[in-house]
C-alpha cells in the first residue's frame, strides 16, 4: 500500500502563485508514476500534471507553461508549482501515484485525500 500526504494550497487572487507537496509512504518502492489531479465543483476530475520515475512531465493543456511539476524520489515527494493561477484553476487538488509489481503484475492507483486552491478574480 502506498499513503499520499498533500500540503499547501489555500487561497489567492488571479496571478499569484501557489504550491503543493505530496509525501508518499508505504511501498513507495512500487511507485511508478506521480501526479496530480483535481476536481471542480459539478465537473469530471481531470488530469494535471504526471511524471514517471526517470521521465519527462506531461501537462494538461490548460497548465501547460504555468505548472510545473517536480519529483525527489529519494524523498518520495511530489511538488506541484502553480503561477499566473486563474479563477478557472479553482478546485481540490488530489496527489496520485501508480503502482506496477513487476512480479504479479498487478497495477493499483493510490490517492490523497484532496487540497482546496481557490483562486480568486
Known amino acids: 500500500q502506498v499513503q499520499l500526504v498533500e500540503s499547501g494550497g489555500g487561497s489567492v487572487q488571479a496571478g499569484g502563485s501557489l504550491r503543493l507537496s505530496c509525501a508518499a509512504s508505504?511501498?513507495?518502492?512500487?511507485?511508478?508514476?506521480m501526479g496530480w489531479y483535481r476536481q471542480s465543483a459539478g465537473n469530471q476530475r481531470e488530469k494535471v500534471a504526471l511524471?514517471?520515475?526517470?521521465?519527462?512531465?506531461i501537462y494538461a493543456d490548460s497548465v501547460r507553461g504555468r505548472f510545473t511539476i517536480s519529483r525527489d524520489d529519494a524523498k518520495n515527494i511530489v511538488t506541484l508549482q502553480m503561477n499566473s493561477l486563474k479563477p478557472e484553476d479553482t478546485a481540490v487538488y488530489y496527489c496520485?501515484?501508480?503502482?506496477?509489481?513487476?512480479?504479479?503484475?498487478?497495477?493499483?492507483?493510490?490517492w490523497g485525500q484532496g487540497t482546496q486552491v481557490t483562486v480568486s478574480s
Open positions: 508505504g511501498s513507495t518502492f512500487l511507485i511508478n508514476t
Open positions: 511524471v514517471t520515475r526517470g521521465g519527462s512531465p
Open positions: 496520485s501515484a501508480n503502482t506496477i509489481n513487476t512480479m504479479t503484475f498487478r497495477s493499483d492507483d493510490w
